[in-house]
């Protein structure tokens, strides 16, 4: 296969670690020296020949276009009359069931359009507009299409209550505007300005303003433990989203027991009113989450010490989580990711960048406001010792490779002024 050019080159044979296998199919190759066939590569790899595409490449990448966008469609399944690429479990602390992801459908919905055009082959067109298909997917059918108290979302990853994770509900609605734009599918369009309106009125609740931040999702997992009796069920109530008993699953992201006194819970920011736990004991005891800090080197927070939050009896299990205990849980966008040698937040630009993307794609107001708020925030990382010696990916145009946090500020400053 062709290589890559430029920046993608790089990060191709470094971070992502991209090798083919024998169908040309895009493929990871892991610790164990296995080759995983990440469901997502083969868009990383059409978008990447079709930038570098030039009249004296043509000969070349088309044919590798046509192999990668090809094998990705043989790889995909027919599901409520959309194409889906299926996430198998057991892939990452949130991948404990077998999903579609609507960040990955849309990616796949713009770019097998683009392949389907370069090459003149229908197929990949059709494939294109079923993939967008699968975003219209009800949860409740085994889709990625949230309808609910909030309005109208689609997940990265479908789970209950929703995650919410922005970057991937925001590049998945541009994306599908990419698709609509090039295709005509109005479908797309109503899709897309109708979710953006949603994340809209909840981007309040992403923002983090004590570490000057964004937020990953709206939801988060603590564990809480009884003091004085056993604990013989636990139940999390979500406003506007559902009650949420205990389950086998035994990530972090799922409802479950860890002792007999003792479950992980997971809690959601999306709804103004309290979450609450419904705990079923024998005899009185005292109810303690375990909440920490925000570390930017961690994805969920550190240094956790036991808080008394109420007490239940027999009679009366419930307790309320205040919002202000549910933000302490749900973390900010962390330093996690390795580029270059720099811990890098590569998530609380990709909102910035998104949302003025969204804004200019489709008019809703209220976004360019939350990116100004967000690019000010980031500006003053160069002044906070919880962010020395860290980067972030760029929101200037031009610009590629991680932006220590020292020299962020006068950069932001001529963006907003």
Avoid at 319 to 336: L, M, S
Wanted: glycine share 10%; hydrophobic share 40%.
């Amino acid at each position: 296969m062709p290589p890559f050019e430029g920046r993608f080159g790089q990060m191709a044979a470094g971070f992502y670690r991209l090798e083919w296998n024998e169908d040309g199919y895009p493929c990871r190759r892991q610790d164990d020296g296995t080759l995983y066939e990440h469901p997502i590569y083969p868009v990383y790899a059409i978008k990447h020949y079709l930038r570098q595409m030039r009249p004296a490449d043509a000969e070349l990448l088309l044919p590798a276009v046509d192999i990668v966008a090809n094998a990705a469609v043989d790889r995909m399944e027919e599901f409520e009359g959309a194409l889906v690429r299926w996430y198998e479990p057991g892939g990452g602390a949130r991948l404990f069931e077998r999903h579609y992801s609507a960040l990955t459908q849309g990616y796949y919905a713009e770019h097998l359009w683009m392949a389907g055009e370069a090459l003149g082959q229908p197929r990949l067109k059709d494939a294109a507009r079923r993939c967008f298909l699968a975003l219209t997917v009800p949860r409740e059918r085994g889709g990625v299409l949230y309808k609910d108290v909030h309005g109208v979302s689609i997940a990265e990853v479908p789970q209950m209550p929703n995650s919410y994770i922005l970057n991937g509900w925001q590049s998945a609605l541009f994306a599908a505007w990419q698709y609509h734009e090039r295709s005509g599918d109005q479908a797309a369009s109503e899709l897309v300005q109708a979710s953006v309106r949603t994340m809209a009125e909840m981007l309040p609740a992403f923002d983090a303003p004590e570490v000057a931040n964004s937020r990953y999702g709206l939801t988060g997992f603590a564990y809480l433990r009884t003091v004085g009796a056993d604990l013989g069920d636990a139940k999390v109530t979500v406003p506007g989203e559902g009650e949420f008993g205990l389950t086998e699953h035994r990530s972090r992201w799922a409802n479950h027991r860890t002792g007999p006194r003792q479950a992980n819970l997971v809690f959601s920011l999306a709804s103004a009113e309290d979450n609450t736990v419904h705990l079923d004991v024998d005899r009185p005891a005292a109810v303690e989450l375990q909440l920490g800090r925000y570390d930017p080197l961690s994805a969920a927070p550190v240094d956790g010490v036991w808080e008394q939050i109420g007490e239940v009896t027999p009679e009366d299990g419930v307790v309320a989580i205040p919002r202000r205990v549910v933000e302490r849980i749900v973390h900010p966008t962390n330093f996690v990711k390795v580029i270059d040698g720099l811990h890098t937040n590569v998530y609380h630009p990709v909102h910035i960048r998104r949302l003025r993307h969204l804004a200019a794609a489709t008019g809703v107001e209220g976004l360019e406001k939350w990116a100004d708020h967000w690019t000010e925030a980031m500006g003053r990382w160069s002044g906070m010792p919880l962010y020395r010696g860290l980067a972030a990916t760029p929101i200037e145009p031009g610009r590629e490779s991680p932006v220590p946090v020292e020299e962020l500020s006068g950069g932001l400053e001529k963006r907003l002024g």
